[in-house]
């Protein structure tokens, strides 16, 4: 099956200048989403892994999915002020300005071996900030997967030492 058929690609969204690559138009086709939730998490399996984390917004419905699959507890890493107990916050650069994520204190373990999930992996900012909550609260990354990358933006540069994977490359 070709998952890129279903990916919507919606040119000046959410400025001028970005092509946005819109997954909704997989989410909603039953054998698409499905088959997008097999490839993300058939690496994943029997790997021990404890928690998948994902990344405000699409990250969840894919970091879900996946943690069902492989058996593990899904975590939330959200934008500021969404989550209501103590968390952490760390601020990343955009292409102007900053912005910030947080994750809940307690939401991950000392030594807890996670995976991180996202839809798209783009410049690699929004990744590697998740990176460090995790490091902060000495959970063991596994490794981090994308239904998408974008290579021309070299994300990956932004993780050094990092295990990458992504399903679909453009
Ligand atoms: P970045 O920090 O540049 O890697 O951006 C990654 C985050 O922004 C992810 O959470 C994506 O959902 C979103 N994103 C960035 N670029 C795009 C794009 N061209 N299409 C859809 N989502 C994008």
Do not use: N
């Amino acid at each position: 099956m070709d998952l890129k058929r279903h990916i919507r690609h919606v040119p000046d969204f959410p400025k001028a200048g970005i092509l946005f690559y819109d997954i909704t138009t997989l989410l909603r086709d039953p054998q698409a989403f499905s088959k997008t939730v097999d490839m993300l998490a058939t690496p994943y399996e029997g790997k021990g892994i404890d928690a998948v984390i994902g990344i405000e917004s699409r990250g969840f419905i894919l970091g879900a999915a996946v943690a069902q699959r492989i058996g593990a507890g899904f975590v939330p890493i959200r934008k500021p002020g969404k989550l209501p107990a103590s968390a952490l916050t760390e601020s990343y650069d955009l292409e102007y300005g900053t912005d910030s994520l947080e994750i809940h204190e307690d939401a991950v373990e000392r030594g807890q071996r996670v995976l991180i999930v996202d839809d798209v992996l783009a410049t690699g900012g929004t990744a590697a900030a998740a990176v460090q909550l995790v490091r902060r609260l000495g959970g063991e990354l596994h490794g981090l997967a994308f239904l998408i990358e974008l290579l021309f933006l070299d994300g990956k540069k932004k993780l050094p030492g990092e295990e990458i994977y992504s399903v679909l490359q453009y």
